[in-house]
């Protein structure tokens, strides 16, 4: 499949694990975060996403931690399984959602260990 | 099923010779992005649209053109293509101009040579 990024920060965990991913941002002015996934070869799939005005948001296996204070954004993955080897990426959407504009992490590559 | 198609999915060429990519989605969204995909780079936006005929600029827009003439097309279009625009391209579309639950394309290869 298509290599998506050299020099990636990478994470590797043993199947059954959690993982934790971070990822951090420079606007104060963002409100508004996503996390994607990306597979070998294939587009970035949407995992979760979580406004500034929380701090925690879970989904099926998945929780994204905001800390404004500190601008960091983590996503949690639980009970890590094989089929979540990828590339992930955190978003932020800089203008409130008022607009279509999106910046993306340069990525964190996590290799789950049979 | 609900996609968004890119074509070519690979393609070569040469410095100067226009080129364009097409980019469809049958989900009726309203807004559309392109991002190239760089080596430690991650995603960046070159232009995105919030319908048709209103587009804007993104981060990369350099050396590129979009349109939007149809809700479900929207073509990038490189008129002088340079090797520094060799890249991995990716279409998306999203039913919200936050973002969230943004369907991608299955990626363009492009090498400039």
């Known amino acids: 499949g298509e290599s998506v990024g050299l020099h990636l920060p990478t994470l590797s965990v043993q199947e059954g694990d959690n993982s934790i991913i971070n990822c951090a941002y420079s606007n104060s002015a963002s409100d508004y975060f996503i996390w994607y996934k990306q597979e070998s070869g294939k587009g970035p799939q949407f995992i979760i996403d979580i406004r500034s005005n929380m701090d925690k948001r879970q989904g099926q296996r998945v929780t994204v931690l905001l800390n404004k204070t500190v601008k960091h954004l983590s996503l949690q993955i639980a009970a890590t399984q094989p089929g979540d080897s990828a590339v992930y990426f955190c978003?932020?959407?800089?203008?409130?959602?008022?607009?279509?504009?999106?910046?993306f992490g340069k990525g964190t590559l996590l290799t789950v260990n049979p | 099923e609900a996609q968004v198609t890119q074509n070519p999915r690979y393609l070569i060429t040469v410095t100067g010779k226009k080129l364009t990519v097409t980019c469809s989605q049958n989900?009726?969204?309203?807004?559309m992005s392109w991002y190239r995909q760089d080596p430690g780079l991650g995603l960046r936006q070159i232009y995105y649209?919030?319908?048709?005929?209103?587009?804007d600029k993104g981060d990369v827009p350099e050396g590129y053109k979009v349109s939007r003439k149809e809700k479900r097309n929207f073509p990038l279009i490189l008129e002088s293509p340079s090797p520094n625009q060799t890249s991995l391209y990716f279409c998306a579309s999203s039913s919200t101009r936050e973002g969230n639950e943004q369907y991608f394309g299955p990626g363009t290869r492009l090498t400039v040579t």
């Open positions: 978003a932020e959407n800089r203008a409130g959602g008022s607009n279509y504009k999106l910046t």
């Open positions: 989900m009726n969204h309203e807004y």
């Open positions: 649209s919030m319908n048709v005929e209103v587009t």
